[in-house]
């Protein structure tokens, strides 16, 4: 595809705060055809086996936090969220590798201009400032109760933790505040889906 013909490709953020359903509404996005980057996928690869940020965690944290040569998510998430020290620590190690690799990736799909819209899941994505480089912004919101309840199920990990989960990241209603558009997600996956079809209608989005 020459120069010419390369489609100007829109850039949407979409975050909140853990436990809220982004994931839920990333997965809707994708069911309707549209291209996600998801910085969780990301942190992921960044500490598979083999990489240096893996070594430089391991060497951070003790072996405690590993399971053979892999990283055991779960006891390094019980060191991280109750220590704000130790989560500096951590993002400091895997912060910088995660955004080369989504600024790479944002960068690909702009170069090869064949789809009209990315979507960027992006749980920091105010905190690294992602919304400079974004035309607007998608916030996730659900009620602390919610979000609590969600956490545990999910993470099957108790109350404490999931409260200091939640004080780790910038409040949700300052997100809230900031947002181009909020999606409620305190209903059920049909409400949820209209609200998604009601941004994309509003904003004449195309996959």
């Keep these: 595809m020459s120069k010419m013909s390369k489609i100007k490709m829109k850039k949407i953020g979409l975050t909140g705060g853990t436990g809220s359903g ?7 996005f994708r069911e309707l ?3 996600i980057i998801d910085a969780d996928q990301i942190a992921r690869e960044v500490v598979m086996p083999g990489r240096p940020e893996l070594e430089e965690i391991k060497n951070a944290f003790g072996l405690p936090i590993m399971k053979g040569a892999s990283l055991n998510r779960k006891e390094l998430g019980k060191i ?11 993002n400091s190690i895997t912060h910088p590798s995660i955004r080369q690799l989504m600024q790479m990736r944002m960068e690909f799909f702009e170069n090869e201009g064949r789809i009209k819209t990315l979507i960027l899941d992006i749980p920091l994505l105010y905190e690294g400032g992602w919304q400079n480089q974004l035309d607007s912004v998608i916030v996730v919101d659900a009620d602390k109760k919610t979000r609590l309840r969600r956490l545990i199920m999910r993470d099957h990990i108790s109350e404490q933790q999931a409260i200091n989960r939640i004080a780790a990241q910038m409040p949700l209603e300052e997100k809230v505040d900031r947002a181009d558009f909020v999606v409620d997600n305190s209903r059920d996956k049909a409400s949820l889906k209209e609200c998604v079809l ?10």
């Design 33 to 35: 055809g549209y291209t």
């Design 22 to 28: 982004k994931t839920t509404v990333s997965n809707i």
């Design 80 to 90: 991280v969220f109750s220590d704000p020290k130790a989560l500096k620590t951590l």
């Design 198 to 207: 009601k941004f994309i209608s509003e904003n004449k989005l195309e996959p």
